[in-house]
């Protein structure tokens, strides 16, 4: 048996401690002229140890031994056995040992260990270290037992003492006498006391007893020892620490480490904030790969962080208090504290995960499972930095992985990140690496969901962190500027900018780094450009100006941007060097007080020089002084100037405005212009004495003109150029400084509202067909121009809130919607025209190209809108005739019902040449609606005290609201530009919509939902009066054509604004479940008061009852569509939107059913109509229960219906359903019927009989289905069909083969019948495939035969997938091979040339002997014939075929 190691009898600091005694007296000895007394002691115990070679001394000395304590033990050993009075001396000896450590300096000898006798001539066989002579004498077994119970005994004497002489603990030098025996005589009696011992001793000696349980008991103890500790772990929490130390030593088993774990776990939210480290050690290294996720789980539930540190407000008072005490030292705080077992709590379960995978799988499965926002902890993003901070990679992806889809789903929320960076600073410093790695994995991906969490980790971590981390931050965010990729670049910019606003003196030490994206300008858009410039502006011209190292490179890059030909840089220097006007000229606050009233005045002086050079760069060309006033004009609405810097800007604008653009109208108008000058669309009839006008079309003659003279290369005399397109910006530059100026109060510009314009009789669209190309093409500008005034009119006062005011703006509105009309004729007829540009910081403003003029049928805008008398004094002041022109204006209906509709180009691709409609101007839909029923019998309002809303108008708005809100409330991923490919920016036309937030952009909208609502029900209310009017028909007598196209719209676009605000992807995130309550409240509280007190799910329940009620009156298949999207929406924001499943799927069913019939009496038809119904179709399928029951019955029951109905009908049971819609319902269907194969649960071995059975059932449904929808190819044979066949054909034979085939070799034997039914229902639908397959070869078609070869592949794996799963059941003898003929879809054989060669060959009739593969079944059954159960193989022209036959039983 080999000796255990022996080790020191005492511990490290007893050991040296003794050491350094024993080196003193022996260096003390040459020198001590007098010998240390010897103890004179003659009794039995004294004379054997004298007898054996030890001397006992009395005093601080040590006792002396002569020869090795092997050799003492030996000696005691034999002279106690070879003793007359065996074995009674050894109780005389024991009993002398007792007396003689009865004093306790002796008793201290004893347990210190013995020094070597140095002056006998042998002491150089004595080792220099001996055990002391207790430690020495248990090692005699014969006495070991009574030396242990008088050593036990002697132990409570010394309990309550503290350290003796030195610092000695002599209960624990007692107990280190124990440690490491070669052999303990009786184990369980040592066990036993010490134990006991446990129960009654002080908690240092407990601890002490405890940990060296281990190293005295030997392995036949531990169990039980284990047992005992851990029912004291449960009652005592003071030493949890020594108990886990000793379990984690002791040799258990693993059901005992379970279930001391579980005891661990269940305490430890009682364990002490110091002692977690060690439990949490514990609880993870006992752990083994099969009860890991349970354990850390467990683990996870139980360890509250969040209570383990002060909150900050508490943090900062004690740490106040604690600095006014006098006196009081710079120890570190409780929170320093409790940080650091924090951490050493995250270094446990860093090397837990380090090293056992196991455990690292466990914590991202314990986090994957949490499915609630509130059940998410600290703990969780603590351990997923871990994760991400180990060097394996798959640790390392699966913390992205886990944090990505708990981004997605909203289950991690910047509230736990916030908190993380709060309390626990010092920890997560730490982990900075990942931190700063996962942040930009996040703000680079393509998911705007997770986008800004990674902006919040960069964040907070340039708030929290040191200078380093600050520094590696800001290279990290510039570094994302500098990538290109659009969504990247706008999360960085705003970021730094939200920095430089929070923390502007930390991020101006890092100002040089930001400096450097001006390198990298080329790839930013305008916007990003603003953001750019008004970031290094206030760093390096703010008002503290922390980072003016940096001013003059700043001015070096504007002055050579503007000082550049090239337009594009020309715009970046206009857009800079506006941008530091705006952070030298804001305004010095100083609480509401302005300080020393103004500006530096060197500052100014800057400022004017640069206001200065800015102007004279841009005027040279109209494009770049446009720029600069919509520059301007956007600085002096977002930012708060300086009054003095505002009155520098502002003061010569009016003035300016008047000399550049207003003339005075005269008798005549004089000049040589292209066309005859009219005033048209004057407001102000009454007050025509010295009433002013816009020179517009004297000014575009002249440009035009001017435009001619530079082609022909003629020298210009210097002067200033006055351009019409300056003309709207202009004007927005002045409203704005007019507002500033006055609070709001437009009074000084307000005859712009109503003025006329010097225009040409619109009459003249009429007759372009005689007009030159330069005719029609100055005449669509001067519309474009016109509109674009009048769109910049609405912009100004669509606020004010004079009655006399809000009608000219909605009298502005009709003219806009009229003028639309005209110039979408007037571009039919101007082929390869370029409209002059209106958004001026777009990507090119030059070489754009030409419209496409394709043309539209726009019968909708013809004679746009209902002319009605504007309320107030004179009703008569406001109509819009001035001219004999313009009467002719309300006569348009009238005419063109008259004459033939010229048709019109869509004027959607012109977006980008019309000025920029502010949000503002969607109050005007807060406007009642205009409907016939408030018109009399003239046409004329009989409601004169309210302002009413067109048809054409409201449409006009809606239209606007659309496109804003799908620009701004649908997150685009970030994408990398093609390379080499211009980039077709998006934003054109939304620049002051980009300097919104999202939210705000949904916040206006919430706004406006009562007026949406109203409207809504007031469409609603229409088309009910309609159909009552008619009876139930939709193109009746009563029914106004022009009135019901424009309703219908308006319907249609009510629903799709309304579905895109509630699919703004901001309302899953926590800030905003506010706004979103809000907003289904506006909803709910149309059908019940008191909608404030409810829930979101009953918010969402009577928002869902009350949409559903729109459902009867929807006038359109595309108003439809829109409906069941928006409820689709809506059902979704509350927690079980299953629950309006059933609903949502009826309303789609109805609108299916429904015959869709046009105002003119026509159905609905054309490529719109049948994108509606695919979507339509699929929500239908999508929100259905049993969507396999769903197919069956239209397949099944409608498309026969089709099939029996004559060429113009449609289905009976499905009026959608005709043979124009057919391949729409067709494509559906297939593709359905896959997804629903896809989620047919696979099986398990764990299913029972019942399981199985409901899933062969619901596959029996499926391939039921699948058949019928391939046997409809020989009805349909278009190519298209044939298309949408073999595609999904293919994917549903895969799904079969991977979900179906497993089920099937379980169920065989089970439902051997229902197996082979399956089977033989399949093979009809594979065989019509192969025939597919043929005709497609046939007729070389190679969008048809691309799919032929895995089609082939995947039949081939269906052939030898159920040859294997009859072996599998032992029916390989039912499996035979025979040959199947190439068929068309007629059924008809196709011959190959061998065949064509030899008709009489019999070749086909039989199968050839190497494939035939034909047995006997067991039971003597005969085979199927061919043609009830073949399967092929491959797609030659003599196909080998598998067939199953019937009766086969497994042997």
């Not at 995130?1069 to 019940?1088: E, F, Y």
């Not at 099939?1203 to 319902?1225: D, H, M």
């Not at 597919?1332 to 089609?1351: E, F, W, Y």
């Not at 039912?1374 to 040339?1393: D, T, V």
Request: aromatic fraction near 6%; include cysteine; charge should be negative.
């Amino acid at each position: 048996m080999m000796r255990r190691k022996r080790q020191p009898a005492s511990d490290k600091g007893e050991g040296a401690a003794s050491n350094s005694k024993r080196k003193r007296s022996r260096s003390a000895a040459p020198e001590s002229q007098q010998p240390v007394p010897e103890e004179t002691h003659k009794s039995v115990f004294g004379l054997f140890l004298q007898e054996a070679g030890v001397t006992l001394k009395v005093g601080a000395t040590s006792n002396e031994i002569a020869v090795n304590q092997v050799v003492f033990q030996k000696r005691i050993q034999q002279q106690l056995q070879r003793s007359p009075r065996y074995p009674g001396i050894v109780q005389e000896f024991i009993t002398g040992l007792e007396s003689y450590i009865e004093d306790p300096e002796k008793f201290k000898n004893c347990l210190l260990p013995c020094v070597p006798r140095l002056s006998d001539g042998d002491s150089g066989c004595v080792n220099s270290f001996q055990e002391s002579l207790l430690r020495m004498l248990l090692g005699v077994e014969m006495l070991q037992t009574f030396i242990i119970n008088a050593l036990l005994e002697k132990l409570p004497e010394f309990m309550l003492e503290g350290g003796g002489d030195g610092g000695l603990s002599i209960p624990r030098l007692i107990i280190n006498q124990l440690k490491w025996l070669d052999r303990v005589v009786d184990g369980k009696e040592l066990a036993a006391k010490l134990m006991e011992l446990v129960s009654v001793a002080p908690v240092e000696t407990q601890c002490d007893i405890i940990t060296s349980l281990a190293e005295i008991l030997e392995d036949s103890q531990h169990s039980d020892v284990a047992r005992e500790l851990n029912a004291l772990l449960q009652v005592n929490t003071q030493l949890t620490v020594p108990i886990l130390d000793a379990l984690s030593s002791l040799n258990l088993s693993s059901s005992l480490l379970t279930e001391v774990r579980e005891a661990v776990t269940t305490t430890l939210v009682a364990v002490q904030l110091e002692d977690l480290p060690v439990v949490v050690k514990f609880i993870l290294h006992s752990v083994s790969a099969a009860d890991a996720f349970e354990v850390v789980a467990g683990l996870r539930r139980k360890l509250e962080l969040e209570q383990c540190v002060l909150p900050s407000v508490l943090q900062a008072s004690q740490s106040r208090l604690k600095n006014k005490r006098p006196g009081s030292s710079s120890s570190t705080p409780a929170a320093g504290g409790s940080q650091d077992s924090i951490v050493l709590i995250l270094d446990g379960i860093k090397s837990a995960v380090r090293f056992q995978r196991a455990i690292s799988e466990a914590w991202l499965k314990a986090i994957e499972s949490v499915d609630e926002a509130e059940n998410h902890k600290v703990i969780d993003l603590l351990v997923l930095f871990i994760l991400h901070s180990t060097n394996a990679n798959q640790s390392r992806r699966g913390a992205e992985r886990v944090l990505r889809a708990k981004l997605r789903t909203g289950l991690i929320q910047e509230t736990l990140l916030q908190k993380t960076f709060r309390d626990y600073a010092q920890v997560m410093r730490g982990y900075f690496p990942s931190v700063l790695a996962l942040a930009q994995t996040l703000l680079r991906s393509p998911d705007p969901r997770v986008v800004p969490f990674g902006g919040h980790m960069y964040q907070h971590a340039f708030t929290a962190f040191d200078s380093y981390c600050q520094q590696e931050v800001v290279g990290s965010l510039v570094t994302h500027v500098c990538s290109g990729l659009g969504g990247e670049v706008d999360a960085a910019l705003e970021l730094l900018c939200g920095l430089v606003t929070e923390k502007p003196s930390e991020l101006a030490s890092y100002a040089v780094f930001v400096k450097g994206i001006l390198d990298y300008m080329e790839n930013l858009t305008a916007q990003q450009i603003r953001r750019l410039f008004h970031l290094l502006s206030v760093l390096a011209f703010g008002q503290q100006q922390k980072g003016s190292h940096i001013q003059d490179d700043m001015h070096i890059v504007i002055r050579k941007q503007l000082s550049s030909t090239i337009p594009k840089y020309k715009r970046i220097g206009i857009i800079g060097a506006v941008m530091i006007i705006g952070s030298m000229g804001a305004s010095r606050l100083k609480g509401k007080e302005l300080q020393n009233g103004s500006l530096p005045q060197e500052t100014f002086r800057q400022l004017t020089a640069l206001l200065e050079l800015v102007k004279s760069s841009s005027e040279s060309t109209p494009e770049a002084a446009a720029l600069y006033y919509d520059e301007l004009a956007n600085l002096i609405m977002s930012a708060t100037l300086d009054p003095q810097v505002l009155e520098t800007i502002a003061g010569s604008v009016l003035d300016d405005f008047q000399i550049d653009f207003v003339v005075d109208l005269g008798p005549e108008i004089s000049g040589s212009l292209p066309f005859p000058a009219s005033v048209m669309y004057d407001l102000d009839e009454e007050e025509s004495q010295g009433s002013i006008a816009i020179n517009l079309l004297p000014l575009l003659a002249k440009d035009v003109q001017h435009k001619e003279q530079q082609s022909s290369g003629r020298r210009q005399t210097p002067h200033k150029r006055v351009s019409p397109l300056c003309l709207a910006p202009f004007f927005r530059l002045l409203r704005l400084c007019e507002e500033k100026r006055h609070n709001g109060d437009l009074e000084e510009i307000d005859a712009l509202l109503g003025c006329p314009l010097i225009l040409t009789n619109m009459d003249a669209v009429e007759k372009m067909e005689s007009m030159s190309k330069a005719e029609r093409e100055f005449l669509c500008t001067l519309l474009f121009l016109t509109i674009n005034w009048f769109r910049e009119v609405i912009n100004s006062f669509c606020t004010q809130k004079d009655v006399e005011m809000k009608m000219k703006v909605m009298t502005r509105l009709q003219n806009i919607t009229y003028l639309q009309t005209l110039l979408e004729r007037a571009l039919a007829g101007t082929p390869g025209y370029v409209p002059p540009v209106a958004n001026f910081d777009g990507e090119r403003t030059d070489g754009i190209s030409p419209l496409s003029t394709s043309p539209v049928n726009k019968e909708k805008k013809v004679g746009a809108g209902k002319k009605r008398k504007a309320p107030g004094k004179n009703s008569e002041s406001c109509s819009l005739e001035t001219t004999e022109a313009e009467k002719s204006q309300q006569e348009q209906p009238e005419k063109e019902k008259e004459k033939p509709i010229r048709q019109g180009v869509s004027l959607v691709s012109c977006r980008a040449f019309f000025r920029e409609l502010d949000i503002e101007v969607l109050s005007v839909l807060q406007c009642g609606l205009l409907s016939r029923s408030l018109l009399d019998s003239e046409l004329h309002t009989e409601v004169r005290d309210e302002v009413l809303l067109g048809p054409s108008e409201m449409v006009f708005l809606l239209e606007d609201m659309l496109q804003k809100l799908e620009f701004s409330l649908t997150a685009a991923p970030a994408k990398r530009a093609p390379f080499l490919k211009g980039r077709t920016s998006k934003s054109v036309g939304f620049s002051h919509l980009q300097q919104r937030s999202s939210k705000d952009i949904a916040s206006c909208c919430i706004q406006l939902l009562p007026a949406l609502c109203s409207h809504l029900e007031n469409c609603h209310n229409h088309f009910q009066a309609l159909l009552s009017e008619n009876n139930g028909i939709v193109d009746g007598p009563a029914t106004d054509v022009q009135e019901h196209h424009l309703m219908s719209s308006a319907y249609q676009l009510l629903l799709r604004v309304l579905n895109r605000t509630f699919s703004w992807s901001g309302f899953s995130q926590p800030g905003q479940r506010g706004l979103l309550k809000k907003a289904l409240g506006v909803l709910a509280g149309r059908l019940k008061e008191g909608g404030a007190e409810l829930n979101l799910e009953q918010l969402v329940k009577h928002s869902f009852e009350y949409l559903v009620n729109f459902s009867s009156t929807a006038p359109s298949l595309g108003s439809a569509l829109s409906l069941s999207q928006l409820l689709s929406t809506v059902s979704e924001k509350g927690g079980n939107p299953a629950a309006y499943r059933e609903q949502s799927a009826s309303v789609a069913k109805r609108f299916l059913c429904q015959v869709w019939v046009t105002a003119a009496g026509e159905k609905e038809r054309g490529n719109k109509f049948n994108e509606a119904l695919h979507s339509l179709l699929r929500i239908y399928l999508e929100h259905v229960d049993d969507i396999l029951k769903a197919v069956e019955e239209i397949a099944g029951e409608g498309i026969p219906e089709l099939v029996s109905a004559s060429k113009e009908e449609s289905s009976s049971s499905w009026p959608t359903l005709s043979r124009q819609t057919f391949l729409v319902f067709y494509k559906v269907l297939m593709g359905e019927l896959e997804k629903a194969a896809r989620k047919i649960p696979a099986y398990k071995i764990s299913d029972n009989n019942e399981a199985q059975s409901e899933k062969l059932l619901t596959w029996n449904l499926a391939v039921r289905d699948f058949l019928i929808l391939v046997n409809l190819v020989k009805l349909f044979d278009s190519r298209a069909v044939l298309n949408v066949c073999l595609k999904n054909g293919r994917l549903f034979l895969e799904s079969f083969l991977k979900l179906g085939m497993p089920l099937l070799d379980n169920s065989f034997k089970r439902h051997k019948e229902d197996v082979q039914s399956l089977l033989k229902t399949f093979q009809l639908s594979t065989r019509q495939l192969h025939h597919m397959c043929g005709h497609s070869k046939t007729r070389q078609d190679t969008s048809l035969t691309n799919h032929v070869p895995a089609i082939k592949k995947s039949l081939e794996l269906f052939v030898y997938r159920v040859k294997a799963m009859l072996t599998l059941n032992n029916c390989q003898e039912a499996f035979w091979i025979g040959n199947l003929k190439n068929r068309n879809l007629k059924g008809e054989e196709i011959l190959s040339q061998r065949s064509q060669e030899s008709e009489d060959d019999e070749e086909e009739e039989e199968p050839e002997p190497h494939s035939l593969l034909q047995q006997e079944s067991s039971e003597d059954e005969a085979p199927e014939s061919d043609s009830e159960a073949s399967k092929r193989v491959n797609g030659g022209d003599d196909v080998d075929q598998a067939a199953l036959t019937d009766g086969s039983d497994s042997t």
